[in-house]
C-alpha cells in the first residue's frame, strides 16, 4: 500500500533558524511553499517546518522529531563537515538498523533537539 516518504513535518520555535541550519549543515535545499509555509527538500523527499500549534490536527510538541537521513556522502566526511560547522556529534559513529539493513551512523541535535540521524549503508 505506501512505497515511499513524500515529507515528514518537524515543530520547531524559529522557522528561519531552522531552514539555515538544515541549508548550513546538512546541505539542503530551502523552498517556499502554500501561502508562504518554509521546507527542505532533498532528493524526492522535503521537511515541511511549522511552529508549535501552527497546524491544530498535529499535536507534537517542538524538538520531539527523530529523523533518520541517509547520505551519498562518506560517513568521515560527514563528521568532518559537521565538525567544520560547529555541530556536536552526541553518538556515533555507530551501527544501527535500516529499513533494508545495517547502517553505519552519527547522530546530531538540530537547533530545536530534534534528533537527526545521518546514516550509510555499506
Not at 20 to 40: D, I, K, P
Not at 50 to 55: K, M
Request: hydrophobic share 45%; aromatic share 6%.
Amino acid at each position: 500500500m505506501i512505497s515511499h516518504i513524500d515529507h515528514i513535518v518537524l515543530t520547531v520555535a524559529d522557522i528561519e533558524r531552522s531552514v539555515s541550519f538544515y541549508q548550513r549543515v546538512l546541505c539542503m535545499e530551502a523552498v517556499t511553499f502554500a501561502n508562504g509555509r518554509r521546507a527542505l527538500k532533498f532528493g524526492q523527499q522535503k521537511i515541511n517546518l511549522q511552529l508549535l500549534g501552527q497546524e491544530p490536527r498535529n499535536i507534537a510538541n517542538v524538538g520531539s522529531g527523530d529523523v533518520c537521513l541517509i547520505t551519498n556522502w562518506l560517513l568521515a566526511d560527514v563528521i568532518d563537515h559537521l565538525q567544520q560547522e560547529k555541530v556536536e556529534i552526541i553518538e556515533g559513529p555507530v551501527e544501527k538498523s535500516g529499513a533494508v539493513g545495517a547502517i553505519q551512523s552519527v547522530y546530531l541535535l538540530d537547533p530545536d533537539k530534534n534528533l537527526i540521524e545521518i546514516s550509510v549503508y555499506p
